[in-house]
């Protein structure tokens, strides 16, 4: 079922778990989350960086493929397609492309300009009744082009475009794209703490899932966020699996190197990968 991320969110936020945004590149991806999300009766978003959408031709082929895909599986879990880090043009782009949710990533922004642009994007989505995700403060590292310098959020500018009508808010505290570095701080939940203190019932999103530890990411649950992003630990899982298929010649047996055979062991690592962030968020059965 191909909904906006709103009510999912809303749901999640009161029960005290997450949903997990798993980002897809390809047919390999899409396919393992979905029926990851289906055999976990959970509810799932399937994040699509610019980068990623560009790299599949483009947000149309990207929303029609997952429209096929869940007619053709039957999937019936609640699924929403979401713009990642999305720019105020790609934003427009994913609209007239069918998405149903989208994410502006106004934190470069000055606070001012990122509100009258957040604002401009509400009234569209409230139109064609999608859901919005806005940024305050950056995430740190570097994806698909997107850097940030991981500075924590201002919980005024947070409460400022949240008001704005936005459907959920990710904002920086201390968090990072990609791999996190050995003296990486740790997230700050004093902050995350005075964001929720200001935006109330707001559902905030937790983005650079992957590297953190176990116990974090329970107590940021505790703390409002509803929404968890995860995208490299599924790079890095599916690229073992791919390399340890290779290694062992595998690819050299009969038809191994046909690609429906290359790619399956990776894409069973996908699945796993999902399966078990699905269980530490607590979407399992939530759909």
Known sequence: MLVSATEMLQKAKAGHYAVGQFNINNLEWTKAVLLTA???????????SEGAGKYMTGYKTVAAMVGAMMDELGITVPVATHLDHGSFEG???????????IMF???????EENVAKTKELVAICKEKGMSLEAEVGSIGGEEDGVVGAGECADPNECKMIADLGIDFLAAGIGNIHGKYPENWAGLSFD??????????????VLHGGTGIPDDMIKKAITLGVAKINVNTDC?????DATRKYIEAGKDLEGKGFDPRKLLAPGTEAIKACVKTKMELFGSVGKA
């Open 38 to 48: 289906q055999e976990c009766n959970s509810p799932v978003i399937l994040g699509v």
């Open 91 to 101: 934003c427009k782009k994913c609209v007239e492309a069918g998405f149903t949710s």
């Open 105 to 111: 990533d106004g934190s470069k922004y000055p606070i």
């Open 191 to 204: 902050t995350l703490d005075a964001i929720q203190k200001l935006t109330g019932d707001m559902p905030l």
């Open 235 to 239: 790079q890095l899982v599916f690229a």
